[in-house]
């Protein structure tokens, strides 16, 4: 998927499993079908900011839940920590990785809440299981140090459900 060079938004994108498609959306956008915006809070969120001062950033946020693997691409690019690359989140069992305080969500993102993960400022326990697993991704509120990936505006990406 890319974007036009001179389009500056910023969107998120997550996907569930069991309803043949990947289902995304803008912010406040009215046209997401229902299961997935119902599904967003039960998801890992690919996060993008697209042309803000000649600059993209984006990440991996697994700040309210975990639900299926997600890479983020800078096409041809390979940078690596907060460089303009990729960024890999993986857990192969979710259902013996989410222990307290963390706990399944059931459907329809059949993911892992990230218990502390959207009211905290710091790790806690919860969260730390999940920075353990997918160091890259943004774990809790304020976890954006060595998260925000940048590239020059006019980068394409791609992000890929279950690499
Ligand atoms: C995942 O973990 C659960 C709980 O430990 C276990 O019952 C299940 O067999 C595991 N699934 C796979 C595919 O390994």
Redesign the pocket.
């Known amino acids: 998927m890319s974007w036009a060079a001179d389009l500056a938004v910023s969107l998120s994108m997550w996907a569930v499993t069991g309803l043949g498609a990947i289902v995304w959306g803008f912010p406040s956008s009215s046209g997401n079908p229902v299961d997935g915006n119902n599904a967003k809070p039960q998801a890992n969120l690919a996060e993008f900011t697209i042309g803000a001062s000649g600059q993209d950033y984006y990440d991996i946020s697994v700040v309210n839940a975990y639900n299926l693997p997600m890479q983020i691409d800078a096409i041809g690019r390979a940078g690596s920590g907060t460089n303009c690359g990729t960024i890999q989140c993986s857990i192969?069992?979710?259902?013996?990785?989410c222990q307290p305080p963390n706990t399944l969500t059931g459907g329809p993102g059949n993911g892992c809440y990230n218990h502390d993960g959207p009211n905290t400022g710091a790790p806690t326990k919860g969260t730390q299981a999940f920075k353990n697993v997918c160091p890259e991704t943004i774990t809790f509120t304020t976890d954006t140090t060595g998260t925000v990936y940048g590239c020059s505006t006019g980068t394409n990406y791609e992000v890929v459900f279950c690499y």
């Open positions: 192969p069992n979710v259902t013996s990785f």
